[in-house]
Structure formats: C-alpha cells, structure tokens
C-alpha cells in the first residue's frame, strides 16, 4: 500500500539520498519500527515530460548498501545462473514483470497520466529475462511484499542488517500469467549516451531508427560541479568527485532497467585539463562499468553539431554554439562538411574566475566579457563564421536563457526547443540575470537551482557571443536566425552509437 509522501518523509529521504528523488508519489514501503522510507513510488512521467520507468526508488542507505555489496560479490550473475536453470523460477520472475508494468499503470493513472508508452512494455532490474540490478528488484520486493518478485525476495533473504519492512506495505497482487515484452524491431538501436561536462552530468537512453529518428526513454541532468575550482587547482574536488560518483550510481540503476544494447560516456572539458582525471575514470568505470572517453574539443564540436542539427529546418550554413561549464564549442557546416573550434570559456571557468560579488559588479562583467571577446577572436581564425545563416544555441545556459525570454512559468523543453530569439531579447535577459542576486535568480520559476549561480556568467558569454557573431554575419553582407535546440551534444552521442559508419 502507497502512503502519503509527508513533510518529514521527504526531509528523511534527502537524508537518505542527498537529495529528493523527481516525481514521487508516495511512500511504498517503511520500516516496521520506525516508519521511515524504505522505498518510494514515482510517477512514470515526470512533470517535464520525461518517462520515468523506475516505479519503485530504493532510498534506504542500508538496503541500498546491501544490494551494492551483493552486487560486487557476482550475486547477480549467481541468480542469473538460477534464472537459466529453473523453468518455476523463470516463470515467477515473468509474473514479476507484469505485476510492475500493472503497479506502474495504476500509480500512473492515480496521478492522472495517461499510458507512458516509452516504457510501457519495460519494467525493471532486467526483468523478465535477465537480472541486472539488484536495487530494483530489492524495492519491488519491498513494496509489493513477499512472494511477488521471487529474485527480490531471494536477496532479501540474504541480507543482514537492516530495518524489518512494515507488514501492510503491499502493492497489487501479480496477475496470473504474464506475456511477453514487446521486442524493438531489429534494426532499430537501443543507446544509452552520458555526457559529463564542468557543470553537470547527464544521461538519454533512446532507441534510434535506421532513419535516424530518435525515441526517448529516459533524459536525465544532475548538476554536479565536477570543475568546482579546476580552473584554479588543476585537480578535482573530492567533493565534486564524490558528487559525480554518486550520480553515476543513480544512473546505473535506470539504465540497467533499460538494458541498451551500445552506451558510451563523454566526458568534455574539465576532464581534459585535470591531473587526477584517472580517479575519475576508476571511479566511473567501477560504478557503470563502461570506460570513460575523456574527448578533445574538436570531437565535441563535431558530436554537438550532429545532435543540435538533425531535422533541423532551417537556412544554412548552420552554426551550432555549445556553451558549457568549462568550455564553449563553435562549429559551422552543412551537408557533412563542418569546422569547429573549442574555447577555453564556459559559465563555471569564467564565474570562478571573474564574478566575486553577487550580483557581479559593471568591472567584473567587463573582464568576463573582455575574455569572451579574445576566446572568439582565436576561434573566426579556425570557424568561418560570417557564412552562417542560422545560429543553433544548445545546452543549459543557452536553453535557460530561453526561458528567460520567454518568461516561461516553469522551464518547458518544448516551448523552448525550436525557439526563435531575437539579438536585443539575450543581451536583455543576460543583463536582467547579471542584475540579481543568486537568490533571486534561484527564484525563477524556469532556474535549475544548482544553475543559479553560474547563470549570470553563462548567459553573459551566451549574448556577447551572439553580438560578436551577429557583427560579423551582417559585415560580411548576410542575416542571421537564432535558434534554441533541446538536442545537443547526447543526441549526437546516441546517433553515433546506432551509425554503422561510426
């Protein structure tokens, strides 16, 4: 049985967790003697339109623990071995299957959602075939009791040390027979593509058609501050570290759930300029088990370009700006013949380096802007960039920056992806920004908070990029379109994982 999520629940699983899950819905099962969470129910669509496909989120850190250990002790190769060996067993665990997709159905409909059919036909954990992640299954166990998730119930049995669950946290009984998983057609991909930058660390799992088209599963973005004062030490933080590796294991979970068949993480410019990148990698590799591709910023541009790019409709050339935390990539092109340039300038390396007042002083403006100017200089000797015709914009700074001239009541991907802004409409939204405190910036409906600092060092690169560009399209006798893309750099990273040619 679901219970109420309260005030001292959620203040509990921040405790927990670091952090509040997204799209929780309740409480799906406490601990007997203290009637704190154990596991949460979540909402298959997050209110940004994001399927999400994990219904039960295991927060206890010491369930969390065991499932971890179990896991680096082969217990999930071990029960796949069972799965293989025992038909009564395989069978349970499909039954298992269809119980998730039945609780997830009716907790989606309790919350007023219609059918999430990205996911309507994946449950978790790798069921009904496989085991993949033992903190899936462990809070399906919990929630629906015993004798539903028969691989679930077996870990628990295995585990010492934690709260007993309270008795009455049951969800709906398992339907009596379960039918198979519709499969994806043959030659379409199922990517699952991380991209690890200065500011944040994000995830899209997605099935990519032979044409090209991409279906979403999961667009996930933590901010991280892996570059927190890179620019200055050279090194990550341990705490940034410590951040990132956290995530990292967030993100296992869901995309275990999803079982893609190629992943790849990118990580981009803080790690390309840090002495200790090696723990970094160790730490990533040990968490996803995939090795981490620390790629230079020519690659970036190429792999930011494919994504901000496809289907796009609009004049050419077409010149894609894609600002991150530490660096900021311009590369122009069309129909496969592009040139970039990566520069050394991103909202957290000149907030860190610049902004010591908040809200920042006319002076500190002026130097950030001062290095913006000598960033693009180098980059017109490497990018022709008066032939653009159509400026695409992509990431976070940029799409906030969007929001900020849409005056949006809450950040809305669709709203702002396509958009058209107008030169005068960034350099005022940028100066608005630049005018707040990072409190009242933190305010704004469309903020993400974790962004609240930086923004004002972000969107002041973003509209004195935009000048500059502007400047030399109309020098050289053309006009220029400016344009905000929700693809970025993970589209061309999940594009390039289904080419053939790549």
């Given at each position: ?6 005030d ?5 699983i ?14 799906a099962a ?8 154990l ?42 071995t ?37 996911v309507?036909?994946?449950?978790a ?12 299954l ?116 869901i995309?275990e ?55 796009l ?13 530490g ?27 610049w ?11 002026a ?11 180098e ?17 976070g ?15 809305d991907?669709?709203?702002?992806h396509g ?15 630049a005018a ?9 409906p ?22 500059l ?31 053939p040619?790549?």
């Amino acid at each position: 049985m679901i219970t109420p999520c309260t005030d001292a629940d959620r203040e509990r699983i921040r405790e927990q967790l670091g952090r509040m899950p997204r799209g929780v819905v309740g409480v799906a099962a406490r601990a007997a003697s203290t009637g704190e969470p154990l596991v949460v129910a979540t909402a298959p669509r997050l209110e940004d339109g994001t399927p999400f496909p994990t219904t039960y989120y295991l927060t206890h850190p010491d369930y969390v623990a065991e499932c971890s250990r179990m896991e680096a002790g082969g217990a999930m190769a071990e029960f796949s071995t069972l799965l293989a060996e025992d038909e009564e067993l395989r069978a349970a665990y499909a039954r298992a299957h269809t119980a998730y997709l039945a609780d997830r159905a009716r907790i989606g409909a309790e919350a007023g959602l219609d059918e999430v059919a990205e996911v309507k036909d994946f449950s978790a954990g790798g069921m009904p075939t496989r085991v993949k992640c033992l903190h899936a299954l462990v809070g399906h166990s919990l929630a629906a009791g015993p004798g539903v998730n028969p691989v679930g119930d077996l870990a628990l049995s295995r585990m010492t040390g934690v709260p007993a669950v309270e008795q009455d946290a049951t969800s709906a009984a398992a339907p009596a027979a379960a039918p198979a998983a519709a499969a994806t057609p043959a030659e379409t991909v199922r990517t699952a593509a991380f991209d690890c930058g200065t500011n944040s660390l994000r995830l899209l799992v997605a099935d990519v058609a032979p044409d090209g088209t991409l279906t979403e599963l999961a667009r996930e973005m933590r901010v991280v501050r892996l570059g927190q004062g890179v620019d200055a030490t050279g090194e990550f933080a341990p705490e940034a570290l410590e951040r990132t590796f956290a995530v990292c294991e967030e993100y296992a979970r869901i995309v275990e759930s999803l079982a893609p068949q190629r992943r790849r993480f990118v990580a981009t410019s803080a790690s390309r300029d840090v002495r200790n990148r090696e723990t970094f990698i160790a730490g990533v590799r040990e968490r996803l088990g995939i090795e981490p591709e620390v790629i230079e910023g020519a690659e970036e541009a190429q792999l930011s370009f494919r994504g901000a790019t496809a289907g796009l409709d609009a004049p050419g050339p077409h010149l894609v700006m894609d600002l991150g935390g530490g660096s900021t990539e311009l590369v122009v092109g069309l129909g496969g013949a592009e040139t970039g340039h990566s520069m050394n300038i991103g909202c957290v390396r000149l907030f860190e380096r610049w902004l010591r007042h908040d809200p920042p002083t006319a002076e500190e403006l002026a130097a950030l802007r001062a290095d913006v100017e000598q960033a693009f200089a180098e980059a017109s000797a490497h990018v022709d960039i008066a032939s653009a015709r159509t400026l695409v914009g992509v990431a976070g700074t940029i799409t906030t920056v969007a929001a900020a001239v849409l005056e949006l009541p809450a950040y809305d991907r669709e709203a702002i992806h396509g958009s058209v802004l107008g030169r005068e409409q960034i350099v005022a939204a940028a100066d608005r920004l630049a005018a707040m405190t990072a409190e009242e910036r933190r305010s704004l409906p469309y903020m993400h908070p974790g962004r609240a600092d930086v923004i004002a060092a972000g969107a002041q690169v973003f509209a004195r990029l935009v000048e500059l560009i502007d400047d030399a399209v109309a020098g050289a006798g053309g006009s220029l379109e400016i344009r905000v893309s929700e693809s970025d750099i993970l589209d061309g990273i999940a594009l390039g994982l289904a080419d053939p040619a790549d």
